[in-house]
């Protein structure tokens, strides 16, 4: 069954699938932590720190009474697990049978590691662990040469070898740093460990992207995942001849959804509240799904030579009334309890710029308190006329 959306149907089926802005909620707030998980399915992690990390980021946007301890807690509790999505990810325990797949295929050889294989290093890796219990890689000593552009030591690619491929898992970390521990000693008791098919794995993968995207094509359901693609096309026409998913056109582009996920269309969206996202947040990590459904075209710049950058090192798009309206490079000086802005770019389409710095006003309010600050400092706009206009307002911005 083929149907047909409009952009703006699109762009609201998307938010409200990812939970943007986010809805009341009831209950305790680390329950509607675990909630975000498990809806999205994953969490990236990065070591990026000039705000807060992206994963506490985008747990805090689909729940505003979310704090760090929580994501702690719920890996203590066994409700989440560090493993890889497209990327390094903390993902729902519910779900752990289904990164078996990528793990008994770098086990195989049938995928390729980053790192040459080194038997060796992994026994003696592997039984430290087994011996003396949780380790980190700092533990391990290395006295000799560093290999690979990352120069990393014989022992911590071991270690990312062993993780990779499913004999250790990291229970917790300490100062961000990872701590490993043989798998059998992590898992919660009763947990399944039983391999998926692969047209099992492949319709898991399906339906928990389209449930967290509302929308999406067979190279995105694939993204980064390597040697999934031709599985994945071949199960979305099974499911489409079956009746278990629909066929949708946005303009001249054909999408997948889940049914039932076009009754999202009749609840509101909050256009008014504003959102400031990370640059990894679920919503906005595929970049050309980004430009195709919002007609915003996104580069993280922290990863371009200075002098090549267009808007600045970490610039954090910015949602509101159901577009994305603005990106704005900021950074803490932690010292100070201070938030930088150093760059606030509007889009073209931006009309009502006055509601919009009102509604900026009051996110940034929440915004530094999430980032531990109490001050905040405006040093450029794009378009630069407006910078008065929006300093006058955030003047008072006081923790």
Not at 372 to 382: D, E, I
Request: with cysteine.
């Amino acid at each position: 069954m083929k149907e047909s959306l409009s952009i703006q149907q699109a762009r609201k089926l998307v938010l409200l699938s990812q939970r943007l802005p986010p809805r009341k909620q009831s209950g305790r707030a680390i329950e509607a932590t675990l909630s975000a998980i498990e809806h999205l399915g994953y969490i990236q992690i990065d070591t990026i720190s000039v705000v807060q990390r992206a994963h506490h980021h985008t747990l805090w946007n689909r729940n505003p009474r979310y704090k760090a301890s929580q994501l702690d807690q719920l890996l203590s509790d066994k409700q989440v697990f560090e493993y890889w999505s497209h990327a390094a990810a903390y993902l729902p325990f519910r779900d752990y049978r289904f990164s078996l797949p990528r793990k008994y295929a770098l086990a195989s050889g049938e995928l390729s590691h980053w790192y040459k294989r080194d038997e060796q290093m992994l026994k003696w890796v592997l039984k430290r662990i087994a011996t003396e219990g949780p380790l980190m890689a700092k533990d391990f000593e290395h006295t000799g040469t560093r290999i690979g552009a990352w120069k990393t030591k014989p022992a911590k690619r071991a270690l990312q070898y062993l993780f990779m491929q499913g004999d250790l898992m990291i229970p917790y970390r300490v100062n961000f740093q990872k701590v490993y521990d043989l798998t059998e000693r992590v898992l919660p008791e009763g947990t399944d460990i039983t391999l998926p098919a692969p047209e099992e794995y492949a319709r898991f993968l399906i339906t928990r992207y389209l449930r967290a995207n509302g929308l999406g094509q067979s190279a995105e359901i694939a993204y980064l995942l390597k040697g999934t693609k031709p599985l994945i096309d071949m199960t979305l026409k099974d499911m489409v001849s079956s009746g278990e998913l629909l066929q949708i056109h946005v303009g001249d582009r054909l999408y997948y959804a889940l049914p039932n996920s076009l009754e999202l269309l009749s609840k509101p969206l909050a256009r008014s509240k504003l959102k400031i996202l990370s640059p990894f947040d679920n919503l906005v990590i595929q970049r050309k799904r980004l430009k195709a459904l919002f007609d915003f075209d996104y580069l993280i710049e922290c990863y371009v030579p200075e002098a090549k950058r267009q808007y600045g090192y970490f610039c954090l798009p910015i949602l509101w009334d159901g577009k994305l309206v603005a990106r704005m490079d900021c950074s803490t000086e932690r010292s100070k309890s201070l938030l930088h802005i150093h760059h606030l770019v509007l889009e073209p389409i931006v009309l009502k710029v006055e509601e919009l710095f009102l509604a900026l006003r009051k996110e940034l309010e929440s915004f530094l308190q999430f980032n531990r600050c109490k001050k905040l400092r405006l040093h450029r706009t794009s378009p630069t006329k407006f910078k008065p206009d929006l300093q006058i307002l955030i003047n008072d911005l006081t923790i």
